[in-house]
């Protein structure tokens, strides 16, 4: 069967979307898989980094694989890769095991991430029209959902039944969504000077997706930790907390792409920036479970539309290529990625989990500052 730049669309969404809910599944687990093993913040901080460090690892990697033979390659056996890994995690029986599988599961997911945003720059340019946001939004409703779920199954089951579960589910989803990619010549070449040091057009570019990560980031890894040991909340209301975020974020994504078409990026960049450094501040201090959840909420939509429009501005500013671009940013996004969660755990053993939690408040208001750097943005595809 051919593939057409709907049913690529459908599948590269698909791939967005399951990798969302494997971190989805993931996130909710992070204080059962702490509290068996007994580590400290300080010591979870290092699986943290492993993780992160793998797909930091992964990225050139994954950049040469995609100029050899195209994206949807890499695309296909990163996402199988990340779903075959998850289980992995909560089968670690030390501190040092708990790294290694971290890492192997981020070095799947840092293949896995250049791959689809580099296949879904490749259909966005076919669609002629902004479908980026939207494609982000189902990775959002991926981890919305999963999370969602994982808090009501992990009142009856263990972390390791529980992965297993999301290991079967989605091994079929992926398995199916991968057929329907574009064919590996769509792109192939593209991406032989991805991971070149971004020149001055992207930099400032770079270096707001640097703060964007850092926040997805630290709520994916530590947002659950803060809902278990402020609150002491159950499992339900532990994974509530990135539910709403991710909510929040599968809401604002999906109205992306139509919100993109009326306002331009610097307005949408900037606002987004303040709500979530607003959401942060009233989830640390306010003091209140339901409150907090839905702050978290607030966060997630402001944040929502800031890296995909960090990745569109990098691929349409003054460099070769929109390959060049998003991988340029996404190099920079994962650096945050990388520092964010271990400097959020050493701030936390030092300060508290609240105050650390206000660096990324100050992160967000940095990129309201700057947010003019993304007018690239505003060109829309096929200008």
Same mark, same amino acid.
């Given at each position: 069967?051919?593939?057409?730049?709907?049913?690529?669309?459908?599948?590269?969404?698909?791939?967005?979307?399951?990798?969302?809910?494997?971190?989805?599944?993931?996130?909710?687990?992070?204080?059962?898989?702490?509290?068996?093993?007994?580590?400290?913040?300080?010591?979870?901080?290092?699986?943290?980094?492993?993780?992160?460090?793998?797909?930091?690892?992964?990225?050139?990697?994954?950049?040469?694989?995609?100029?050899?033979?195209?994206?949807?390659?890499?695309?296909?056996?990163?996402?199988?890769?990340?779903?075959?890994?998850?289980?992995?995690?909560?089968?670690?029986?030390?501190?040092?095991?708990?790294?290694?599988?971290?890492?192997?599961?981020?070095?799947?997911?840092?293949?896995?991430?250049?791959?689809?945003?580099?296949?879904?720059?490749?259909?966005?340019?076919?669609?002629?029209?902004?479908?980026?946001?939207?494609?982000?939004?189902?990775?959002?409703?991926?981890?919305?959902?999963?999370?969602?779920?994982?808090?009501?199954?992990?009142?009856?089951?263990?972390?390791?039944?529980?992965?297993?579960?999301?290991?079967?589910?989605?091994?079929?989803?992926?398995?199916?969504?991968?057929?329907?990619?574009?064919?590996?010549?769509?792109?192939?070449?593209?991406?032989?000077?991805?991971?070149?040091?971004?020149?001055?057009?992207?930099?400032?570019?770079?270096?707001?997706?640097?703060?964007?990560?850092?926040?997805?980031?630290?709520?994916?890894?530590?947002?659950?930790?803060?809902?278990?040991?402020?609150?002491?909340?159950?499992?339900?209301?532990?994974?509530? #907390?990135? /539910? !709403?975020? @991710?909510?929040?974020?599968?809401? *604002?994504?999906?109205? +992306?792409?139509? =919100?993109?078409?009326?306002? $331009?990026?610097?307005?949408?960049?900037?606002?987004?920036?303040?709500?979530?450094?607003?959401?942060?501040?009233?989830?640390?201090?306010?003091?209140?479970?339901?409150?907090?959840?839905?702050?978290?909420?607030?966060?997630?939509?402001?944040?929502?539309?800031?890296?995909?429009?960090?990745?569109?501005?990098?691929?349409?500013?003054?460099?070769?290529?929109?390959?060049? #671009?998003? /991988? !340029?940013? @996404?190099?920079?996004?994962?650096? *945050?990625?990388?520092? +964010?969660?271990? =400097?959020?755990?050493?701030? $936390?053993?030092?300060?508290?989990?609240?105050?650390?939690?206000?660096?990324?408040?100050?992160?967000q208001v940095a990129i309201a500052i700057f947010a003019m750097a993304v007018r690239p943005a505003d060109q829309l595809p096929g200008q």
């Amino acid at each position: 069967m051919s593939t057409t730049p709907t049913r690529a669309r459908w599948s590269v969404a698909a791939v967005f979307c399951t990798n969302g809910a494997l971190f989805g599944s993931w996130a909710p687990n992070v204080p059962l898989i702490r509290d068996k093993l007994h580590l400290t913040d300080s010591e979870l901080s290092l699986a943290l980094l492993a993780l992160a460090g793998g797909a930091v690892v992964a990225m050139p990697i994954a950049g040469y694989l995609i100029s050899r033979f195209g994206s949807a390659g890499p695309t296909r056996y990163s996402i199988l890769g990340m779903v075959l890994a998850l289980p992995l995690l909560s089968l670690a029986p030390s501190l040092a095991m708990l790294c290694l599988c971290a890492f192997l599961f981020g070095f799947s997911n840092g293949v896995n991430d250049v791959a689809m945003n580099t296949h879904a720059v490749e259909v966005e340019r076919q669609y002629a029209r902004p479908i980026m946001s939207g494609l982000h939004g189902t990775w959002s409703i991926g981890g919305f959902l999963a999370s969602s779920l994982a808090g009501l199954l992990l009142n009856y089951m263990g972390t390791t039944t529980h992965f297993l579960i999301v290991t079967a589910f989605f091994l079929v989803v992926a398995g199916y969504a991968v057929t329907g990619l574009l064919p590996g010549e769509a792109d192939k070449g593209e991406a032989g000077s991805h991971f070149a040091l971004p020149d001055r057009s992207v930099l400032v570019i770079g270096i707001l997706t640097l703060f964007g990560f850092m926040l997805e980031g630290a709520m994916l890894d530590w947002n659950a930790i803060f809902m278990r040991t402020t609150f002491n909340s159950d499992a339900t209301m532990t994974a509530a #907390g990135y /539910a !709403a975020f @991710a909510g929040g974020m599968a809401i *604002g994504r999906f109205s +992306g792409d139509f =919100i993109r078409l009326r306002q $331009s990026a610097v307005h949408i960049v900037r606002f987004g920036a303040i709500m979530a450094a607003i959401g942060i501040l009233i989830a640390t201090y306010v003091g209140q479970i339901h409150i907090a959840i839905l702050a978290f909420g607030l966060t997630g939509l402001g944040v929502s539309n800031l890296v995909p429009l960090f990745f569109t501005a990098a691929g349409r500013a003054n460099v070769a290529s929109s390959g060049k #671009g998003v /991988a !340029a940013a @996404a190099t920079c996004g994962y650096c *945050g990625f990388l520092a +964010g969660p271990p =400097i959020i755990g050493y701030l $936390s053993t030092h300060t508290g989990l609240g105050v650390a939690f206000v660096l990324l408040a100050v992160a967000q208001v940095a990129i309201a500052i700057f947010a003019m750097a993304v007018r690239p943005a505003d060109q829309l595809p096929g200008q």
